[in-house]
């Protein structure tokens, strides 16, 4: 990874996931590589890893399996989900490998949505559609789930999302979420495994850095 020579803003104060940062938003260029194609992106202050392609999401992206260029679902063109989505390297990745398929970046933090639009508009990425959790509609299904979840709201917030998201699964697909293992990715596993659904089953994928990446299944 390489990136241009400005020097890395000072940290934010506010949170990642504070709905609207407060903070000055030092808009700069980075230089990262996504799906195999070194992309120039658009990045700020205010937002998750603002001044680098983490170390988590760089463990998630080098661990998950290829996307069908022409990923398909039940009825037509498949949806996949970035939950927490940042600047969007996840959701640029997907949409990346997968153009025919219609990838969701999902965030709070509406100056990160702002950067995933814009990134994916500076890319000529029509697939993807950066928003508010609230703004996915409830009957949309997903054939793959990637992410870099933010530990950091909590037990209590994390759980309610992840048994929210992860139930939207299509029959026969996989999430894969990447946490650090010293912020709890062995006992999220054990907590995901005693409360989801008997249809999905969870297992550890990879480890690598630090990080655990998990594979959540939904029985086809």
């Known amino acids: 990874m390489t ?6 803003p000072e940290p934010s104060p506010d949170h990642y996931f504070t709905a ?3 903070s000055d938003e030092e808009r700069r260029e980075l230089t990262v590589r996504l799906a195999g194609r070194e992309v120039t992106v658009e990045v700020a202050s205010g937002i998750f890893s603002p001044g680098r392609l983490d170390l988590g999401t760089q463990v998630l992206l080098r661990s998950v399996p290829d996307l069908p260029p022409a990923a398909s679902g039940p009825d037509g063109a498949a949806h996949l989900l970035d939950l927490g989505c940042g600047w969007g390297p996840v959701a640029l990745s997907m949409a990346i490998e997968s153009p025919g398929a219609t990838v969701w970046a999902v965030d709070v933090n509406e100056r990160a949505l702002d950067l995933v639009r814009r990134n994916a508009a ?6 993807v559609r950066a928003v508010r959790p609230e703004d996915v509609p409830e ?13 950091r709201v909590g037990k209590e917030v ?3 999302m992840l048994l929210h998201w992860l139930p939207r699964l299509e029959p026969g697909t996989e999430a894969y979420l990447v946490v650090q293992r010293n912020l709890g990715a062995d006992s999220l596993m054990a907590w995901l495994d005693e409360h989801l ?9 990879a480890s690598a850095k630090g990080f655990r990446v998990l594979e959540v299944t939904r029985a086809g």
Do not use: M, Y
């Open 20 to 22: 609207q940062p407060a």
């Open 139 to 151: 009957d949309v299904r997903f054939a793959a789930i990637w992410s870099n979840p933010p530990i």
């Open 3 to 8: 990136t241009t020579p400005d020097a890395t």
């Open 197 to 205: 659904d008997d249809d999905l089953s969870v297992s550890k994928l």
């Open 158 to 160: 994390l759980h309610d």
């Open 122 to 127: 500076r890319l000529g990425l029509e697939n």
